[in-house]
């Protein structure tokens, strides 16, 4: 099966710019994830969606993120206005519903999109 | 929510030995562990993951191993081999809930 698609794979931005990522989930995963990744740190969550529903927000700074994931397929994470901090790899991830697979599985990550704020 | 913790965060092995990364939590609720691999330019990998329901789990040179009375589990890597040379990291969570360990990256020498 084809993997998370990201793009695009790399963007470098000045501060106050506005910047957009998209993602394309596995056919048939419901659930969508984004992540932020700063160097030499581990994964953190931003935005959960469960089909074309956020359920979980609650570590999106809402002042400047954005996501939507229309007709509960591909998504897209904006940011404005980006700040220096914001450099970061930005991680897309999908999964399929437990109850479907009667199991719990690991995310599948795309390659992510490295943000340069400069 | 949870918390969770990872180390070392780098380990540097001879080709052929053993490797050993622990990480604690701290939600007892937590019922799913995987583990990632991630090397330069990619996303994490799945590599191996254990429910709470079980102890142990191996897969060829992988093994991990939960305890949970004391909230910790650990990957092992037996005769590692330079291409296990990446960063490696422990998550803790339960339905989509997942938090992650801050990582340790793991240099194989040949």
């Known amino acids: 099966e084809a993997g998370v698609a990201q793009s695009p794979r790399y963007k470098i931005i000045e501060k106050r710019q506005s910047v957009a990522f998209w993602c394309n989930p596995i056919?048939?995963?419901?659930?969508l994830y984004w992540y932020q990744q700063i160097l030499g740190q581990g994964p953190k969550l931003l935005i959960q969606f469960q089909n074309n529903g956020v359920v979980d927000d609650s570590q999106l700074p809402k002042d400047r993120f954005s996501a939507e994931r229309l007709k509960g397929v591909d998504s897209t994470l904006k940011i404005q206005p980006a700040k220096l901090e914001d450099s970061a790899v930005y991680l897309c991830?999908?999964?399929?519903?437990?109850?479907?697979?009667?199991?719990?599985?690991?995310?599948?990550f795309g390659s992510g999109t490295r943000l340069t704020v400069v | 929510g949870e918390n969770v913790e990872q180390h070392p965060s780098t380990l540097s092995v001879q080709e052929g030995d053993s490797a050993v990364i622990k990480c604690t939590y701290s939600?007892?609720?937590?019922?799913?562990f995987p583990w990632y691999k991630q090397e330069l330019g990619k996303g994490p990998q799945l590599i191996i993951d254990?429910?709470?329901?079980?102890g142990e789990k191996k897969d060829q040179r992988i093994a991990v191993t939960l305890n949970k009375t004391a909230k910790h589990f650990s990957l092992h890597i037996t005769e590692t081999q330079p291409e296990d040379s990446a960063v490696y990291f422990c998550?803790?969570?339960?339905?989509?809930?997942?938090?992650f360990g801050a990582g340790t990256r793991l240099t194989v020498k040949p």
């Open positions: 998550a803790a969570g339960f339905a989509g809930d997942m938090r």
């Open positions: 056919s048939g995963h419901a659930t």
């Open positions: 254990i429910r709470s329901n079980v």
């Open positions: 939600d007892s609720a937590s019922n799913y």
């Open positions: 991830a999908s999964r399929s519903l437990p109850r479907k697979t009667k199991k719990l599985y690991g995310y599948t």
